[in-house]
């Protein structure tokens, strides 16, 4: 898919990543609708770049999800991409997990994001593109991360039997299983303290990586 011009919707545009990966995109086009948590970071986003839209939106919230969709959808007259790019994080001992925290973990990670994409189907042009950062995480449990990394597991496994239900509409679903980036995403995890992680990888290099992956239809985004 050509990005230039693109009818765009990033989820979690108010990250780290979610900025940078604006502030890339709208270098090809402006018809972007961003979201965030925070309705006035959202709006300043918008602003600085010139993008279409912004709303607020809370993954938590399931009606919400669907009524931001559907208003951006309409805002840019059609989706051609979904991105999602929120995330949150927890760490510690399987045993000792929290109910609460781990609740969490999935509606963000996983739950959260199926509901973005359902609700995005109806409004995605034939040959669009549906991308989720899941990262390594999905594939690479570690000892401490347990709910973290089956949140992001079960979040890749379903983009997979979607990716085959979605053939006959040339929808590409990108997996994007970028590694480990500074994005301070750890230092405000919902709960304990991270492992020790390598060092960050540069976050325009992944994010370049995306953009290709997105363009080439591919299944998932690796890095190294």
């Known amino acids: ?77 059609g989706l051609d991409a979904v991105v999602v790019a929120s995330g949150v994080a927890a ?3 399987a045993a000792e997990e929290d109910e609460a925290v781990v609740e969490e973990l999935f509606e963000v990670n996983a739950l959260g994001p199926m509901a973005v994409v359902r609700a995005a189907l109806p409004h995605l042009s034939e040959g669009g593109v549906i991308a989720v950062l899941t990262g390594v995480a999905a594939e690479l449990p570690l000892a401490g991360m347990a709910a973290y990394a089956a949140s992001k597991a079960a979040m890749a496994s379903w983009l997979g039997s979607l990716r085959r239900e979605l053939r006959r509409r040339r929808i590409a679903v990108v997996d ?12 405000r995890a919902l709960a304990g303290l991270p492992p020790a992680l390598p060092p960050g990888h540069d976050i325009d290099d992944a994010l370049a990586a995306l953009e290709r992956g997105m363009e080439r239809g591919v299944h998932e985004v690796r890095i190294g």
């Open 91 to 93: 760490f510690g001992p």
């Open 176 to 187: 994007a299983r970028l590694p480990h980036m500074d994005t301070g995403l750890v230092d």
């Open 1 to 77: 898919m050509d990005l230039n011009g693109a009818r765009i919707l990033v989820v979690g545009a108010t990250g780290v990543l979610g900025q940078r990966l604006c502030e890339r995109l709208s270098e090809r086009t402006t018809r972007i609708a961003v979201t965030g948590r925070s309705a006035a970071a959202a709006e300043e986003l918008r602003r600085r770049l010139g993008l279409r839209s912004a709303h607020a939106l809370d993954l938590l919230d399931h009606d919400a999800v669907a009524a931001v969709v559907r208003a951006a959808a309409a805002e840019l007259g």
